[in-house]
């Protein structure tokens, strides 16, 4: 074979390449998180329901933030009504979502970290606290 | 054919380094750019376009020159362009190439660019502004790649070219009628709100994109065994001069109406560029440098004895490309926002960073000319070589 | 079959044209039908409260200038929109952002103004702002209808759908709208406690502009500004809806004269100036 060593050599340094992110994440293995619910208001609802299932939020909460985006912004339908409950939500991520889910750290984080989405909602709306903290 | 841009001699190559140098300069200040926002350049709340857009307006028209020479050989047989409209396609790809950079640099969040896709809006400009150019340059790569193709293998070209070549011809007209629309309909700025900027923009075109074409065949004459032929040049010097004089003839036009109507709002800007405004004249040396160019390059172009000349009719062509890039590039962008809607200036001036990615992208159209120009250079040698030509 | 490999790749080519056109196609032919047909909505549509009845207004406001020149150094309107909405302090006027600010006669009426402007007026400032077009420029060029105008009049910015062109800088003739040419967080570094937690900020790379507070609107409240102005009872600026012939905004508009800005654009502005 023509330059044989050349080509071990390079395919040597691309397997490097490619399993960089293996070799460099190895032994370091993160629990599966566990998303907090103890929030002080979550802990005043009698009923802790969330706007809809949990199974639902899990699977498509972006979508369902993106539909409250492109009603209340697009449409100003600033009105939802939940299909579990029947209880009528202002449609606002900042007044709504966080108002319950006031602790990002230990809830949207802990997923979002693991499995490494970053979601750019945060560049805009204020996190809980935020106008509090440092950034 | 794209092996033939790797075979080169040290020349070639020590040109393409620069080029990648100045890319990768150009390249870090545009992460610096996204990093930071578009605060890095100079541009304000008055002055919301700068040298990205303006420098996408003047390579439009840069782009559509290349139907200067397809009329003339596609419809009317003019056999000296045979083999030289090549060069002006290509050139065509590299321009409108620049200009989708030029674009994309100057938006505030590119990650949602394919918004303009996803959400289609025909009542604005910007939509047809895309496709238009997209189709421009799908349309030259088609056509330049396939009509090469058949001349390296010395076959006439397929017939299913044809129709883009037609269809190029008014497509041509048309991205640079589109582009001038993204000014022309603007109610608020009145150096744009003209009739006749379509017009302008065309006639400018005509004038900058063949006078660059010319240099740039008088190079390859030059660094290659491929002649272009003394009247084919000639003949594309003709059209820059009469396209010039027009353009000046529109300018001058847009004068006697601000002017004689003396509304204030139509004479301010161009009282701004070419005598200052409230005390602010920064672009004032730069316009009349460009009418001075402006003279000495319709002047070159209109005197056979100095146009026949090789070294006079490189100074005119330069003359005349720098002349229409300071009247477009920078004139018409700039002076169309001053003055502001509250009649007050804010001056411009480009920033390091701004200016660097602007050579880049100029360096990465070069790279681009540069590449599809050896591949061109390279077929027409061999056809001079078996004297096919 | 005996499809070769050339003719393989021409129909994977033609294949993905039409994949990428029929989005296109049917945000074109059908604007809002993809969205609706999607599980989410169609779940989420069953337990919707009815719309606002909106269709019949038309959202005005009416600036009472002499009222406004009258009160020396007050910015309640401009400090009010500015902490309701998390709008940055510059600095460097080059960049700055503003949905309401105050500017002179001459500088917002200079086709109007002359030597000879009576002294009480002169020099002096009164709020602008978004003048909120019947027939807006800047809604015209968007190339992706992150601004367009609502029916009840307001014309409206979608700072998730912004690409951030400028386009509509540039098509308005009333120099209303900023944009964001930085990182607007970093003005409140160290200032964060000044921050409207009920409320946005926005993100390097849009646009922005006053958008007569239609979440307040939604409220039954008046926008911002003209709370404060209220507040201060200065009663400087009236906020109501044009089509209904009782509202504080026809009443005044039929008893006092006024003037809008740059009338013969076309735009039909919604902001009118009692002078």
């Given amino acids: ?135 | ?389 | 079959m005996k499809a070769s490999r050339r003719e393989f790749l021409k129909l994977a080519g033609v294949s993905a044209l039409f994949g990428l056109g029929a989005n296109a196609a049917f945000e074109l032919l059908t604007p809002g039908a993809l969205e609706a047909s999607s599980e989410v909505a169609h779940g989420a549509a069953h337990g919707e409260a009815a719309a606002g009845v909106q269709a019949a207004t038309r959202w005005a406001m009416v600036i009472d200038v002499r009222k406004c020149i009258l009160q020396e150094d007050c910015q309640d309107c401009v400090l009010a929109c500015n902490s309701t909405h998390n709008i940055p302090t510059v600095g460097n006027p080059k960049e700055e952002i503003k949905w309401i600010w105050k500017d002179t006669f001459e500088h917002l009426f200079p086709d109007q103004h002359s030597q000879y402007v009576d002294e009480g007026l002169e020099g002096k400032t009164f709020p602008v702002m978004c003048n909120h077009c019947d027939n807006p420029p800047c809604v015209r060029v968007c190339p992706t209808k992150a601004t367009f105008k609502r029916p009840d009049g307001i014309v409206m910015m979608d700072m998730h759908r912004c690409i951030g062109c400028r386009f509509c800088m540039a098509a308005c003739p009333y120099g209303a709208r900023s944009f964001n040419w930085r990182d607007p967080r970093k003005y409140f570094e160290g200032k964060e406690a000044m921050l409207n937690p009920e409320q946005p900020t926005r993100t390097k790379g849009v646009v922005e502009k006053c958008t007569f507070c239609p979440e307040r609107l939604a409220k039954g409240r008046e926008p911002a500004c003209v709370e404060a102005c209220k507040k201060r009872k200065s009663d400087c600026l009236i906020f109501g809806n044009l089509n209904d012939p009782e509202s504080e905004v026809r009443k005044i508009l039929r008893k006092r004269t006024s003037i809008r800005r740059k009338p013969e654009l076309g735009t039909k502005p919604s902001v009118f100036f009692l002078v």
Wanted: proline share 5%.
């Fill in chain 1, 1 to 135: 074979m023509y330059d044989l060593n050349k080509i071990l050599v390079g395919l040597a340094i691309f397997l490097l390449f490619f399993t960089f992110p293996i070799l460099y994440g190895m032994g370091s293995a993160v629990p599966v998180p566990k998303p907090k619910l103890d929030t002080p208001e979550i802990q005043k609802l009698t009923d802790k329901k969330c706007v809809e299932d949990t199974h639902f939020m899990r699977t498509s909460h972006m979508q369902f933030l993106n539909y409250w985006r492109d009603r209340a912004v697009r449409e100003d339908h600033r009105t939802y009504e939940s299909k579990l409950n029947g209880k009528k939500y202002d449609i606002s991520l900042q007044n709504t979502c966080m108002k319950c889910h006031s602790n990002k750290k230990d809830f949207c984080d802990s997923c979002h970290t693991y499995a490494s989405v970053k979601p750019y909602c945060w560049d805009c709306h204020i996190e809980p606290k935020a106008a509090k903290e440092s950034m």
């Fill in chain 2, 1 to 389: 054919m794209i092996e033939r841009a790797l075979k080169g001699n040290e020349k070639y190559w020590g040109w393409v380094g620069l080029l990648l140098l100045l890319i990768g300069v150009g390249f870090a200040c545009y992460i610096y750019q996204l990093y930071t926002g578009l605060g890095i350049t100079g541009m304000s709340r008055d002055i919301s376009w700068g040298v990205y857009i303006a420098q996408f307006t003047y390579l439009v028209g840069v782009a559509a020159s290349a139907v200067m020479l397809v009329i003339p050989k596609y419809l009317h047989n003019y056999k000296k362009y045979t083999n030289v409209v090549i060069f002006g396609e290509f050139l065509a790809i590299a321009a409108v190439t620049m200009c989708l950079l030029f674009i994309i640099v100057d938006i505030g969040q590119p990650a949602r660019v394919l918004n303009v896709l996803l959400h289609p809006t025909p009542n604005s400009i910007l939509f047809w502004d895309m496709i238009v150019l997209n189709g421009y340059l799908i349309i030259n790569v088609i056509v330049g790649w396939n009509t090469l193709l058949a001349d390296k293998k010395d076959v006439p070209s397929p017939g299913w070219v044809k129709p883009f070549i037609y269809l190029s011809i008014p497509w041509a007209v048309s991205i640079h009628t589109v582009t001038a629309f993204l000014y022309a309909g603007l109610p608020g700025r009145h150096m744009w709100l003209t009739a006749i900027m379509a017009p302008r923009f065309l006639a400018s075109a005509f004038a900058s994109g063949p006078s660059l074409l010319i240099l740039l065949l008088l190079l390859v004459k030059s660094v290659s065994k491929f002649d272009p032929g003394k009247e084919a040049i000639q003949s594309i010097a003709k059209t820059v001069c009469y396209a010039m004089i027009i353009n000046v003839f529109f300018l001058c036009m847009e004068f006697f109406t601000a002017f004689y109507s003396n509304i204030p709002s139509h004479m301010h800007s161009l009282q701004y560029l070419f005598a200052g405004l409230h005390g602010h004249d920064r672009l004032v040396p730069w316009m009349w440098t460009s009418a001075f160019l402006a003279v000495v390059g319709i002047f070159i172009m209109l005197v056979p004895a100095l146009r026949k000349q090789t070294g006079y009719l490189a100074v005119g062509c330069a003359s005349i490309f720098l002349s229409t890039w300071i009247d477009k590039g920078v004139g018409l962008v700039i002076g169309g926002f001053i003055p502001n809607p509250f009649e007050t200036v804010t001056e411009y001036y480009p920033t390091f960073p701004e200016i660097a990615i602007s050579i880049a992208i100029w360096a990465i159209g070069a790279l681009i000319l540069t590449i599809l120009y050896k591949i061109a250079i390279s077929v027409r040698e061999e056809q001079v070589e078996t004297d096919v030509i």
